[in-house]
């Protein structure tokens, strides 16, 4: 294992310039690297799922650190790179060449896995969303570690009263706890992004009672897509919403991001149990 190629001689070796077109952006800073491998705990013996492994800098520290990788990479490129990190620690990488946004992870585990990932920026939110969404509750992931970039970062932690908080706040909080772990210099990446980033890491907690997610999405996309609006306006069209906000005292002219993400939960409780 101390013998593996720095990671730009990988590159170098495998053409592996970045590609804009599949959102990449390389981390080649080893220290780094396992720094973020580290923030969701031990994984000695862990099953963990990456995302857009690329050349394989991160993978290299979740495999350092013990974990049972399976990485989905589209970019073929990138596989024999990761072959070869495959044949330096034998038994712990499985690589699937395909889309992530394509496939449901729950089927490649038989237990609870980890979710560890420098996301490709494209698809970052729709990939992080998706994992969040569903009726089903807890996820079969054991925590979420993901790069962002920071201003996606941000408004996954926000608080009320803040221009960043809004559906995504809510989605990543109602039944989660989302923390900003660690924030990462343009300058860590190659190529270097024209923006910072940051790491987000979430664990699962209970879920409140007699929530259903569909109805919290509904209620959340009506009141943020009207953002500048108040309630009475940006929720008329929610079937049930103004009697709802009436019954629980919340002032129609107050605007979403005033709520807490509690005001939230009880608007959609109160849809779920009425309609």
Not at 90 to 119: C, H, M, R, W
Request: a positive charge; hydrophobic letters at 45%.
């Amino acid at each position: 294992m101390s013998e593996l190629p720095p990671l730009r001689e990988v590159i170098a070796r495998h053409g592996l310039a970045a590609s804009k077109a599949l959102g990449q952006n390389f981390l080649l800073d080893e220290q780094l690297l396992a720094r973020i491998a580290a923030i969701p705990g031990p994984l000695r013996d862990r099953p963990v799922l990456e995302v857009g492994p690329g050349p394989g800098g991160l993978t290299r520290a979740l495999l350092r650190a013990g974990a049972r990788v399976t990485a989905i990479e589209m970019d073929r490129r990138c596989l024999p790179a990761l072959a070869e990190l495959g044949e330096a620690f034998p038994g712990q990488l499985t690589v699937i060449e395909g889309d992530a946004l394509k496939l449901d992870p729950a089927n490649l585990f038989s237990e609870p896995y980890a979710i560890v990932a420098n996301l490709p920026y494209n698809v970052g939110t729709a990939l992080f969303t998706g994992w969040l969404s569903g009726e089903a509750w807890p996820p079969r992931w054991s925590s979420l570690t993901l790069m962002f970039q920071q201003e996606v970062a941000q408004r996954i932690v926000a608080t009320p009263d803040s221009d960043a908080f809004g559906r995504l706040a809510i989605l990543a909080q109602w039944r989660s706890h989302a923390r900003l772990a660690m924030k990462v210099h343009r300058s860590a990446f190659t190529p270097p992004p024209k923006v910072m980033s940051a790491i987000v890491h979430v664990t699962p907690e209970e879920a409140p009672a007699g929530v259903s997610m569909r109805w919290l999405e509904r209620v959340t996309e009506a009141a943020f897509g009207q953002r500048r609006k108040m309630l009475r306006q940006s929720l008329k069209a929610v079937p049930g919403a103004l009697k709802t906000l009436e019954l629980l005292g919340i002032d129609p002219q107050r605007r979403a991001e005033t709520l807490e993400v509690d005001d939230f939960v009880a608007i959609a409780r109160a849809l779920t149990l009425g309609g």
